[in-house]
Every structure is written in structure tokens, then in C-alpha cells.
């Protein structure tokens, strides 16, 4: 299963974890503004 997701839908998820980790970013730098 994670040898079938890392091979065609692996940059999906890579784009989604970097996209998370700027989302995440953004509500904590706004949480301490």
C-alpha cells in the first residue's frame, strides 16, 4: 500500500504535506500576531 501511494501519488502527497506545513505556518505566525 505505501509502495503503491509513493510511486504514482507520491508528489501528490509531498504537495500536500508542503502545502499543509504552510498552512500551518500561516495560522501559528497569525496566532501570534
Known amino acids: 500500500l505505501l ?3 509513493s510511486g504514482a501519488e507520491g508528489e501528490k502527497i509531498d504537495v500536500q504535506k508542503f502545502f499543509g506545513y504552510i498552512g500551518l505556518f500561516t495560522l501559528v ?4 500576531l
Not at 29 to 32: D, E, G, R, T
Open 3 to 5: 509502495k503503491k501511494f
Open 29 to 32: 505566525a497569525l496566532w501570534w
